[in-house]
């Protein structure tokens, strides 16, 4: 009997038992997020002055998209602790993300103030006010990570006051992911126009695209050895160096270019569709645009894209690469999607999507490099947004983009609400279609 009375207490403490902060931390760094918050909330009601548990539960409630659970989390532990600043920082990050961008403003100068040295808090404060559309409060403030981490570029900015850029060699470096530099690449361009001889150092996967660039004098892939040159200059910081607005920055669109070989092989390919053609891209690569990208930004589920099946006259391409792909698994068989299984392979990577959405009609995709490649051949392009709030280059609460003038944002209403963006996308592309 007093075995199994022992064996009864064993049992129920085991059950009981409080989870570790290490548990928890495994099921968070594994994206199990309801099983992550179940553990953090049960060691924080026996421990409610536990930080790390309440801050870690915020980050969580923030990655699944619960914005008043990630607030209460975040008030928690500045309640407890006035000086946690990662707190204070996390809370004005929540505003920011859930679209109120003058309370996540007020929220990182509090923390600025606090600590002036707080450089995170410095960084967001400039990109917020550039989201909502206020650059010069957005520039400068911008200047001094730029000056911090050496990205100022106070050659080129002596040049260029000097309108001294005449036969001057520029070297523009890459800064983010592949997106990024097709983003900012067009910049290559002004300084060609100004008679600078442009250097471009690159990610690898881009130097087949950007060799079709004829404003770039010379490309270089990145981790090579650097040839001379007058001025430097990282490609995401040159919106800060001319102090661009929506209404100065350069848009001189197209400024990526298909192979025409390639465009018309890709013609010949699709000759026998005559339907309105949509090529679609539902996932971001995380290898090579961002491995940190929460979860909430990372994609729509391909079967969300089933919704669209029942449009008449309409034809659908992948123009997905690697991550994302096993989703193809998943799609309902009503929902045909034509896949090219070699794309890229042989011509080099972009080469053959180039060619190919230069034949589409429309290209839909989410925040990826695919959205920058198709806003840069000059394609028309829509897209697919998460309901966190725009990443700065797009501005809050605008549908439409000053970097690309082809291209249409559609953003959720809720977080993960995949839905209801597809049906407004279904409607919309009824229009257009019609």
Known sequence: ????????????????????????????????????????????????????????LGCCYLAIGNKE???????????????????????AYTYKT????????????????????????????????????????????????LSQYGKNADKLRSLLENDDIVYKKILLRPEGGLGDTINFIRYAEVFKEMGANVIVVCQSPLIPLLSRCTYIDQIIPTHTAMPAYDADATLMSLPAIF????????????????????????????????????????QVDVHNDNSKLPIGRRGYPLPAFAALADLKNVSFYSLQKYDGVEQLAELPQDFTLHVFENLDEKSGPFMDTAALIKNLDLVITVDTAIAH??????????????????????????????????????KQHEPFGYENVIQEVKKELKKLVN
């Open 69 to 91: 659970k990630a607030i209460q989390a975040f008030n928690t532990v500045v309640e407890l602790d006035p000086h946690a600043l990662p707190a204070r920082y996390n809370l």
């Open 98 to 145: 859930f679209g109120d961008l003058d309370k996540a403003i007020e929220m990182y100068k509090e923390v600025i103030a606090q600590d002036p040295n707080y450089d995170p808090a410095h960084l967001a404060l400039g990109f917020a006010y550039i989201t909502q559309g206020d650059f010069e409060h957005g520039w400068k403030q911008h200047t001094r990570y």
């Open 243 to 282: 102090s661009d607005t929506e209404h100065t920055v350069p848009n001189n669109i197209p400024y990526i270019f298909a192979d025409p070989v390639l465009v018309k092989h890709w013609q010949k390919q699709l000759d026998h569709d005559t339907n309105f053609k949509v090529g679609i891209c539902w």
């Open 1 to 56: 009997m007093k075995k199994i009375i022992l064996t009864l207490l064993i049992t129920t403490l085991t059950i009981h038992t409080t989870p570790s902060l290490e548990t928890a931390a495994i099921l968070h760094k594994n994206e199990q997020f309801d099983e992550a918050v179940a553990c953090y909330e049960d060691i924080v009601s026996n421990n409610p002055y536990n930080l790390n548990a309440h801050f870690q």
């Open 373 to 410: 490649l198709a806003g840069a051949l000059g394609c028309k392009v829509w897209l697919l947004h998460p309901y966190a709030t725009a990443d700065w280059r797009w501005i809050h609460g605008r549908t439409d983009s000053y970097w690309y003038p082809t291209m249409r944002i559609f």
